[in-house]
């Protein structure tokens, strides 16, 4: 019994004597009272050293001119307040020694100060993250693109800093949903419902349609389809394909109406060349504050003459940007669908498109009044296909 007792009082002892050391542990951090005027840094460095009883080893770059004034401050604070005017960084090598150099990677010293992180970027590429932060710290930072994630080689404090602009930039960012209308109609009809587009973006936007989907009320967009559908009821005018594509801001989404011909030269032996024509239109939508502004890039190709050993192709290029209103009805092109047809029949150009993935059929005759007419809404949402 006298055992047990002696047993939880040697315990009970040695238990209060850790927490008094731990106590006096956080009682005795060092501190720093001193005042500084135009001193030498390592002068100061030095003074604070001898104060504390702490090593401070410092590079051979470590120079300059400080001014502070410390009462019973702690002695890492201290340090950041002496170091920041040059620069210069410290590491804690060891419970009473600390290095302070200056963090850059080409000097040999750059291991000694610097600690490494890994920052996953769940919502933004490394690429757009890199675009977006001060060109100072890309010194620190290695990218792996495949994971999408940055790894930094960086003074603590540094890293700190970086880890905030990842919390503040990697945010979920809502697509724009693009919707594109084909219409094929015929020139009359084509200046008439250019006309009524223009009437009703009009009226949305001085009525201050909806641009959402709200249970009561309509969209701009719902009154484009009604017109749409009126003329269809009319037979003046087919709606070809609806199609809508998602996209973050900043990516492109591509329209291709491409016609691939095979022409057959005859000069010393067959040769057989397959030539491509037609436009193809790319998308890229951005947001600026409430309005959408899309920049287009425009290549039109045409076979213009074919002879026994020679071909013409005229090609041309354009690039504009456009603001609209989110669902405000845009047309994008406006094309002669005689100009379209094969010398076999059939809108052959309309076979290949990426992203409206819709064929159309080879057995239509050839109207050369008639007109395609591409129009497009873009407007934000939050669903999307997986975010990168």
């Known amino acids: 019994m006298i055992k047990k007792i002696l047993k939880r009082s040697i315990s009970f002892v040695i238990l209060s004597l850790m927490c008094l050391l731990a106590f006096s542990q956080e009682v005795t951090a060092p501190k720093v009272t001193a005042t500084f005027y135009n001193t030498d840094l390592i002068e100061a460095l030095n003074e604070i050293s ?3 009883g702490v090593t401070i080893l410092t590079d051979q770059y470590v120079s300059g001119l400080v001014t502070a004034d410390f009462v019973e401050v702690d002695l890492e604070k ?9 620069g210069y960084s410290y590491k804690r090598i060891d419970e009473n020694i600390y290095f302070v150099g200056l963090a850059d990677p080409q000097s040999h010293n750059f291991l000694n100060l610097v600690e490494m992180q890994v920052f996953s970027l769940n919502y933004i590429s490394v690429e757009k993250f890199l675009n977006l932060i001060p060109e100072n710290l890309l010194q620190y930072i290695k990218t792996n693109e495949e994971t999408n994630q940055i790894v930094v080689y960086a003074p603590q404090n540094t890293i700190d800093y970086i880890k905030d602009l990842v919390d503040k930039l990697d ?16 020139e009359r009809y084509s200046d008439l419902i250019k006309g009524n587009v223009f009437n009703i973006n009009q009226e949305g936007i001085i009525n201050s349609f909806s641009f959402t989907s709200p249970a009561i009320g309509f969209s701009i967009q719902d009154l484009f389809e009604a017109e749409i559908e009126m003329y269809e009821k009319n037979e003046t005018a087919n709606l070809v394909t609806k199609q809508v594509v998602n996209v973050l801001p900043g990516e492109p989404a591509l329209l291709s109406l491409k016609n691939l011909e095979s022409i057959v030269f005859t000069t010393y032996r067959n040769e057989f060349r397959n030539i491509e024509s037609g436009i193809e239109i790319e998308m890229t939508p951005t947001m600026m504050n409430q309005i959408l502004q899309i920049s287009f890039k425009t290549k039109t190709t045409n076979l213009m003459e074919v002879t026994k050993d020679s071909y013409l192709l005229s090609e041309s290029e354009l690039e504009t940007k456009v603001n609209l209103n989110p669902n405000e009805i845009l047309l994008i092109a ?4 005689s100009q379209l047809y094969s010398k076999n029949g059939g809108t052959t150009l309309l076979k290949d498109l990426p992203f409206l993935r819709f064929l159309f059929g080879d057995n239509q005759n050839t109207d050369e ?15 999307g296909v997986d975010q990168k």
């Open 50 to 52: 001898l104060q504390t």
């Open 369 to 383: 009044s008639k007109r395609m007419m591409i129009f497009l809404t873009a407007t934000p949402t939050l669903e």
């Open 334 to 337: 406006d094309l002669d669908l």
């Open 78 to 86: 201290a340090l950041n307040i002496l170091l920041l005017p040059g």
């Open 171 to 186: 945010k979920s960012e809502p697509y724009i949903e693009l919707t594109v209308y084909i219409v094929e109609t015929n």
